[in-house]
């Protein structure tokens, strides 16, 4: 399964939704639905995993704030041109 990431430049990884061969129902459509952040209403970057096969790893704590920080820092750096930073 791909991995689809909604990444707002104030706050990286807003949303992530594990994409499946099929759906019931109506599929996810992140970029209409996540196309700004929830927390401060910026435009956010849709950002799709190269291969499906890739795995992908998250933190689990909510308290680590440097590495939140630097996940910030690195979309920033990453998508600069999207966030016309």
């Not at 680590?64 to 999207?82: F, L, M, Q, T």
Request: proline letters at 8%.
């Amino acid at each position: 399964m791909s991995k689809v990431r909604a990444i707002c430049p104030n706050h990286g990884i807003v949303y992530e939704i594990e994409m499946a061969c099929m759906w019931l129902g109506r599929p996810p459509m992140p970029e209409i639905e996540y196309a700004y952040c929830p927390k401060c209403g910026a435009k956010t970057v849709i950002e799709r995993d190269p291969e499906p096969d890739i795995k992908s790893w998250c933190y689990v704590q909510n308290n680590d704030n440097d590495y939140k920080d630097s996940e910030i820092k690195y979309y920033r750096k990453k998508y600069k041109r999207e966030f016309d930073l």
